[in-house]
């Protein structure tokens, strides 16, 4: 049963609260009070990585590093002061002395290169979702970020929405009973799949460093197909509809179930070939019990699949949802994030007894609201950890990055987390690591 938050046990908590926020920096490095203004450097600023930035324009912008010089035009002129580089690795090397954290918002296969280097250096970082391309990688990452003690953040900005916050805590609370089933779909892709290599080989654009742009993915011509957006649907760049959409639409299961490593996969899909992805899967994930909790299936659908009609009991199922199976209730969320409708007609403003855990942000029900980026602003100068850290989103990545191994082999296997390999299936090592092209590493 849930404790009931008396007035003592919320005075305790908000007083912990308030002294973690006013210690002095946890990290190594430079120690920041509240009110200083951190040194960032941002790692890929157009696209997505221009709002990225944007979230931390409270902060001092000392450096700006894009290969696409024409699509980070409007980030350059928003910061014309600041030094700008195509290479991260010349930046971070050269402005290194004024830099105390990082936004990696490149695309995914620059994303644990740029991410570890940064953390060697010991600056904090913040990095786009999915963390990492490959499996391996998120474990260095996530190791890393224990060994240097930085502050750092996925961007999967749900999991700072009041109404994710709130039925986490129902969920944790018991609100659903024990939770064996889950069920996350998506709309995308909503880029090309399914599709083979261009064959022509045209010139690339004179404000594009191509060569910069490949990073440690293998080399291939130039072509339009990949930059600057439909590159998430090739395998050597992106990870697909799962690695896009999966931290933020499984955001929800990991916040509040906190899985552990599968201990099975399966992937079903239309097809797959050597360079992209399918143009729709359903992978199913067999989750362990522990700590009382049962086993977990979670089952995930892209590409327009869809769970069965019948486990939302009459609810129209959106572009993108989640449905959380329990034995006393059933939860149906039809969105990425933010709240939800328990199917036995529960209201969540009825379940006042199930205490709170972590703090909601007035004003921040729509994304632009969302308060992450400064949840880790506020981590690098000292205050509490930001819930999706590295050493929460680099086991989800693992899980989540699992399912696209799954395609690749097309069929089942089980799961050592500890040695990721898989049992009785030598073939998925080569889809857990990745090789770097010279000149790049890990």
């Not at 486990?311 to 939860?331: H, M, P, Q």
């Not at 699992?402 to 395609?407: K, M, T």
Request: hydrophobic share 40%; glycine share 10%.
């Amino acid at each position: 049963m849930a404790q009931r938050l008396t007035r003592r046990r919320f005075l305790v908590r908000s007083g912990a609260a308030a002294a973690a926020l006013s210690l002095p920096s946890l990290w190594p490095g430079r120690v920041l009070g509240a009110n200083e203004r951190l040194g960032i450097a941002a790692i890929g600023v157009g696209g997505k990585g221009d709002s990225d930035l944007a979230f931390c324009e409270s902060e001092t912008i000392v450096a700006l590093c894009d290969v696409d010089a024409a699509n980070a035009a409007g980030a350059f002129e928003r910061h014309r002061a600041a030094p700008r580089y195509r290479d991260y690795r010349a930046m971070l090397d050269k402005e290194g002395a004024r830099i105390d954290a990082v936004t990696v918002s490149a695309p995914d296969h620059i994303h644990a290169p740029a991410s570890a280097l940064a953390m060697r250096l010991g600056k904090h970082v913040y990095c786009q979702k999915p963390l990492t391309h490959s499996i391996h990688e998120a474990r260095v990452l996530t190791d890393l970020a224990r060994e240097k003690k930085v502050a750092t953040q996925m961007g999967n900005q749900g999991y700072a929405h009041p109404g994710t916050r709130r039925l986490a805590e129902l969920i944790r609370g018991g609100a659903l009973g024990a939770v064996r089933e889950a069920h996350v779909w998506t709309d995308r892709p909503i880029w090309p799949q399914g599709v083979d290599r261009p064959a022509d080989t045209p010139a690339a654009p004179s404000t594009l460093d191509w060569d910069l742009w490949l990073g440690p993915a293998p080399s291939r011509p130039y072509h339009p197909a990949y930059v600057p957006f439909k590159w998430r649907g090739w395998w050597d760049f992106g990870t697909g509809a799962l690695g896009d959409m999966g931290c933020h639409n499984l955001g929800l299961v990991f916040l509040a179930l906190e899985p552990k490593a599968p201990l099975s996969v399966e992937g079903e899909s239309s097809g797959s070939n050597a360079e992209t992805f399918p143009a729709w899967s359903i992978i199913t994930y067999t989750f362990p019990g522990e700590g009382g909790k049962p086993g977990l299936k979670l089952v995930w659908y892209d590409g327009k699949k869809k769970p069965p009609a019948s486990l939302a009991k009459g609810k129209s199922l959106t572009e993108n949802g989640v449905i959380l199976v329990g034995d006393k209730d059933t939860l149906f969320v039809p969105s990425y994030w933010g709240e939800g409708e328990f199917l036995s007609g529960a209201k969540m403003e009825d379940m006042k007894d199930i205490p709170e855990i972590w703090p909601k942000r007035a004003g921040a029900a729509r994304e632009n609201d969302l308060p992450h980026h400064l949840e880790w602003i506020e981590a690098a100068k000292g205050g509490p950890r930001p819930l999706s850290s590295f050493e929460h989103s680099g086991p989800m990545t693992e899980a989540v990055l699992l399912g696209n191994v799954a395609i690749r082999v097309g069929k089942k296997f089980e799961w050592d987390s500890k040695s990721l390999t898989a049992k009785g299936a030598p073939e998925v090592e080569r889809y857990v690591r990745r090789e770097y092209r010279k000149g790049w590493t890990l």
